[in-house]
């Protein structure tokens, strides 16, 4: 993974545009891109400062504290599907995707298995067949 440019770099760069330097012109003197300069100036208009960001790290997960309380107790009260779960979490007020539900629910070891007996009256146009060694009925 690359790293940041250094803070040295990014006050000589801003320096150089204070005294009226054009942004490509910087960007050729310094061999860095011009959207680094303007980035820059807008990193030290909004923050006051030029310190590079956060690379890397883990991001805190949505589904968790009381969010994922409700949803262990959902999952709890019966079968449901990844759609159902993320339109409740919506109207809860909690924006987050399927993929996200997914996750949370295999993190935490919840799942519901789906087989034939479960599936009520949906048609799986599954019909025993007569085994190899079954014979035809006799006739009289």
């Not at 770099?9 to 009226?20: C, I, Q, T, V, Y």
């Not at 909690?94 to 519901?112: N, P, Q």
Request: charged fraction near 30%; aromatic fraction near 4%; include cysteine.
């Amino acid at each position: 993974m690359t790293r940041p440019y250094s803070e040295d770099l990014r006050e000589r760069a801003l320096l150089m545009a204070d005294r009226g330097a054009t942004i490509r012109a910087i960007g050729d003197a310094l061999q860095i891109s011009p959207s680094c300069v303007s980035k820059w100036k807008k990193l030290r208009r909004e923050t006051g400062g030029l310190k590079p960001g956060q690379i890397g790290g883990r991001k805190k997960r949505v589904l968790s504290g009381s969010c994922a309380a409700w949803l262990r107790e959902r999952v709890a009260s019966g079968p449901i599907t990844l759609r159902r779960l993320t339109a409740e979490l919506a109207a809860r007020g909690v924006k987050t995707d399927r993929r996200a539900v997914w996750t949370f629910l295999k993190a935490e070891g919840l799942s519901f298995k789906k087989n034939r007996a479960a599936d009520g009256t949906v048609s799986s146009g599954y019909r025993p067949q007569k085994g190899a060694l079954e014979s035809a009925p006799a006739q009289d």
